[in-house]
């Protein structure tokens, strides 16, 4: 997930997006708890796409308060 393509979803999709993955991030984390996760890395790719989301999203919120 590039930052270009989150830049061209609107304020909505972005907040669809970031809930989508912190339940993603929810699942990952109760896998790992439970040994049945085996590509732990999931979790950084998970932080990391959660973080860039908010960043755009946090962006878009500025631009509109100017």
Same mark, same amino acid.
């Given at each position: 997930? $590039?930052? /270009?393509?989150?830049?061209? &979803? +609107?304020? #909505?999709? %972005? $907040?669809?997006?970031?809930? /989508? ?6 699942? %990952? *984390?109760?896998?790992?708890? +439970?040994?049945?996760? @085996?590509? +732990?890395? %999931? %979790? @950084?790719? $998970? &932080? &990391? #796409?959660?973080?860039? =989301? &908010? +960043? =755009? *999203?946090?962006?878009? =919120? @500025? #631009? *509109?308060? /100017?």
């Amino acid at each position: 997930m $590039n930052a /270009s393509e989150l830049r061209e &979803k +609107t304020l #909505d999709q %972005l $907040n669809e997006l970031l809930f /989508s993955l912190r339940e993603e991030q929810f699942r %990952l *984390r109760l896998q790992h708890t +439970t040994e049945q996760l @085996g590509q +732990t890395h %999931l %979790l @950084g790719l $998970n &932080k &990391k #796409d959660i973080a860039r =989301v &908010k +960043t =755009v *999203r946090d962006e878009k =919120v @500025g #631009d *509109r308060s /100017s």
